[in-house]
């Protein structure tokens, strides 16, 4: 059983940074596809930004280009989010989700809180 954990939430003033952490076990390959999503209170949860275990191919929200990178660390089953420049509007529930490209199972995280705001 996939299991996710996340970790790095916290608060944070505008212009500053954050790193998320998510913490994957139990993975049966490297055919997965780890996604950041969020989710603000009131809105839909939306995609941030997604990164392949094969390929090391990556995507991101408009909203967070060129501040946020996503990255992965095979070795160590570790995915992460750099989040720079921070606005208030990025503040949210960030979650690390693991597709197996294969059977499709999703698996999720408890999420982390980021709240930004001076």
């Known amino acids: 059983q996939v299991q996710l954990v996340e970790s790095g939430g916290g608060l944070v003033q505008p212009g500053g940074s954050l790193r998320l952490s998510c913490a994957a076990s139990?993975?049966?390959?490297?055919?997965?596809?780890f996604t950041w999503y969020r989710q603000a209170p009131g809105k839909e949860r939306e995609l941030v930004a997604y990164?392949?275990?094969?390929?090391?191919?990556?995507t991101y929200a408009d909203s967070v280009k060129g501040r946020f990178a996503i990255s992965i660390n095979n070795a160590k089953n570790m995915v992460y989010l750099q989040m720079n420049n921070l606005r208030p509007e990025d503040t949210a529930v960030y979650y690390c989700n693991a597709h197996h490209v294969w059977s499709g199972d999703d698996y999720w995280g408890q999420g982390t809180q980021v709240t930004v705001s001076s």
């Open positions: 990164i392949t275990t094969s390929t090391g191919l990556t």
């Open positions: 139990g993975l049966t390959s490297a055919s997965y596809v």
